[in-house]
């Protein structure tokens, strides 16, 4: 992955899936505002080891579920952030299926705006783009993945992270649906990692596409309570569960590095445009 010299702005449109709970919303805001603080933080961390060049960001939200708000012209944006969700990317919603076709006409016609995609947004892009390679987004027959866990990433993907000093990564997460691969990837595509509980982590299109199955956008707080909204809509009866649950929310973690990755994907060049 080649990296632009980074004295620029970077301008982000988050597309949000989910609106946050008005518990969380009250101290977090929605999910463009919990994406905006991760970015500003992760950009302050990239900045502090490149004294030489400086980034900016700027986030701006668009509702694509209540509004059908889409960011337009979306070249005035560097890169696009597809959020988490409630919703599963094989529901038969109207506007699951209008993301994914704006998701792949911007892939297929503005190459020089990045696509990221978080939980529900990796399982959508990767039946979006992937079906025809065996792509599958399903119930994971694992169960749950919540709290912070530990990826292991590929040597392939590892190699596009100058920043990276192992070969692994940890956040939170909050998932029960997983993309499930049933054939090779297309060329260019690179499978991010796996972790105990799911095999496909994420993907890189270099300069492209990327996306993680977690969410290092949540801090303890947020993935605390949104497990909770969780068992209280009865999806976890296992009170024994719900018990190591949080206690994996409070363990330490390296979401800042998961978004130094994701900056330095965002200044990134497409190493080929199909």
């Not at 909050?174 to 509980?197: E, Y």
């Amino acid at each position: 992955m080649t990296v632009v010299t980074p004295r620029r702005k970077l301008r982000i449109a988050v597309l949000r899936c989910f609106p946050i709970p008005e518990n969380i919303a009250k101290d977090r805001g929605q999910f463009d505002d919990i994406f905006a603080s991760w970015i500003l933080a992760s950009v302050t961390a990239y900045n502090a080891k490149r004294p030489n060049g400086q980034v900016i960001a700027e986030v701006t939200g668009f509702d694509v579920i209540d509004k059908d708000e889409y960011p337009s012209p979306v070249e005035d944006f560097d890169a696009l952030i597809v959020t988490g969700s409630v919703a599963s990317a094989y529901d038969d919603e109207p506007w699951i299926y209008k993301l994914a076709a704006f998701l792949r006409d911007v892939y297929d016609n503005s190459p020089i705006v990045k696509i990221f995609g978080g939980c529900f947004g990796h399982q959508l892009i990767g039946q979006a783009f992937l079906a025809k390679h065996g792509a599958r987004v399903v119930k994971n027959p694992k169960g749950w993945e919540i709290g912070v866990h530990q990826v292991s990433l590929s040597e392939d993907f590892a190699s596009h992270f100058p920043c990276l000093k192992g070969d692994t990564v940890s956040y939170q997460f909050l998932h029960q649906d997983v993309v499930q691969l049933d054939g090779p990837l297309p060329p260019n595509w690179v499978q991010m990692g796996t972790s105990p509980l799911c095999e496909v982590q994420g993907f890189l299109v270099p300069g492209r596409v990327l996306t993680y199955q977690g969410h290092p956008e949540f801090d303890p707080y947020i993935n605390k309570w949104s497990t909770l909204a969780v068992q209280q809509s009865g999806m976890i009866p296992d009170s024994e569960k719900m018990k190591e649950y949080l206690r994996l929310v409070d363990q330490e973690d390296t979401r800042l590095l998961a978004g130094e990755m994701a900056i330095q994907f965002f200044l990134s060049q497409p190493t080929h445009v199909e």
